[in-house]
């Protein structure tokens, strides 16, 4: 039966594959207020990519697939409206931030700041001699953590 | 001085790495009430592991970071508790949630309805005849989607 199932499926549905063996993370959803915002911060500023919009009816909401790799390299962030949402996102004391490794740290904030992006923490290595981390905070006021993922462009390197 | 540097990168604190040559996503951090509950759901129900946890003084947080990927392999969740936090973590109408892969959604919605997992969306395609998709919440109320990813487990395959 496999190949006959296998026949039937629309990739633009199945977006996330349909062979896969192991569970594995696909994506965090954040509810955005302005796309036109987000993208200039994760795409212009970030340097992510956009992959692809769906309306779906049966939830009454849109959504964008962004993120660095593609859906089968996973890690990617999915933004969304609710068509009937009233106002905009708001948040609680227990969602943190996802986090971006970022080889250019230095570089990156620099441009993201060039942008107007607010800077909440400066770079700094939180322990000991371990990759500097900053914390900026996209339009709709999510925490993103930028941490270095380069020791030559590090500190003293 | 690139030698010179890796030979000083100490890699448990360099965990995300420190030759990469590009961004990317590198984790998703929820603060979480009790950590011995989470583990509950997302290791012994979801099947992730558990790769390090840490004592952050200059944050005054305990975290460990849980996934299906090691820490090359990206698309980990860290689950953060800060030592001075009063009461357990509030939720907005912001985040949305994480979303995991399950080759068997059936098998897997199972296991963790047995454990006592609160479902919110029993499993069904959002679109058209794309994979089905199930919403449950975690110990601390953060929904956590599932999304079919193996075709030939599909409702009729």
Known sequence: MTDATTANVDPHLWIWGWKDEKPRLLHTMLRVKDFDASLRFYVDGLGMRVFDRYEIESRRASCMF?????????????LAQY???E??????????HV???A????????KLEAMGVE?????RALIGAGPRVA?????DGYAVEL???RSDQAVGG
Do not use: Q
Request: proline share 10%; charged share 15%; hydrophobic share 35%.
């Open 119 to 123: 800077v909440t923490l400066r770079p």
């Open 87 to 96: 106002g905009p996102p708001t948040h609680g004391s227990g969602y943190g």
């Open 135 to 139: 914390f900026v905070k996209d339009p």
């Open 66 to 78: 962004i993120g660095f790799n593609d859906y089968a390299g996973g890690g990617l962030i999915e």
């Open 147 to 149: 941490i270095e993922t």
């Open 83 to 85: 068509w009937d949402a």
């Open 99 to 101: 986090a971006i490794g």
């Open 103 to 110: 080889p250019d740290i230095t570089g990156m904030l620099a």
